[in-house]
């Protein structure tokens, strides 16, 4: 069975990565780039869906049904923001998307980029951790066929991609 994909973040560095692979696997049928603005690549597999805002979804609903996995790898660094601010981009943002698309694909697979040292309890001290624990938290109770959520420690640039 050919998957069909969506994968957000695709102008930053992890989401372009996760973009490319997708498109060079042969068992990936089509993938749509959910993003502010364009990705910068073409590929037959690839349609390019621009969205201003992700809280605000009603009218491209149709264009996210039918697909297997999501791929969440829009985000920020939490360096100069607010809580208030971060949490908009890194807890309500993503939660909102999910739960569209779960109800829009309710066999869909997500997979949330979050980061090491994420704080799964929500009480810590460090204010990224615990907003990207509640959102980790938040995203595995939705009825979706499974969330997966990867922390990685280090993300390694390469050169010619973005960054």
Not at 1 to 30: R, S, W, Y
Not at 37 to 54: M, N, Q
Request: positive net charge; contains cysteine.
């Amino acid at each position: 069975m050919a998957l069909k994909i969506i994968v957000t973040g695709t102008t930053g560095m992890v989401g372009e990565g996760i973009l490319l692979h997708c498109l060079n696997d042969p068992g990936v049928e089509k993938v749509l780039s959910v993003s502010r603005k364009t990705s910068g690549h073409t590929h037959p597999k690839l349609t390019e869906l621009l969205v201003p805002d992700f809280m605000k979804l009603d009218a491209v609903e149709s264009q996210l049904t039918g697909y297997d996995a999501c791929f969440y790898g829009a985000g920020i660094s939490s360096v100069g923001l607010s809580e208030a601010d971060y949490t908009r981009i890194t807890y309500d943002t993503p939660v909102h998307f999910a739960t569209v698309l779960a109800r829009l694909n309710p066999k869909l697979v997500m997979v949330h980029v979050s980061g090491r040292s994420t704080d799964s309890t929500e009480q810590g001290k460090v204010m990224w951790a615990r907003v990207k624990g509640k959102a980790e938290n938040d995203l595995m109770k939705l009825p979706l066929k499974a969330v997966y959520n990867f922390r990685p420690a280090l993300m390694k640039p390469v050169a010619g991609r973005n960054m």
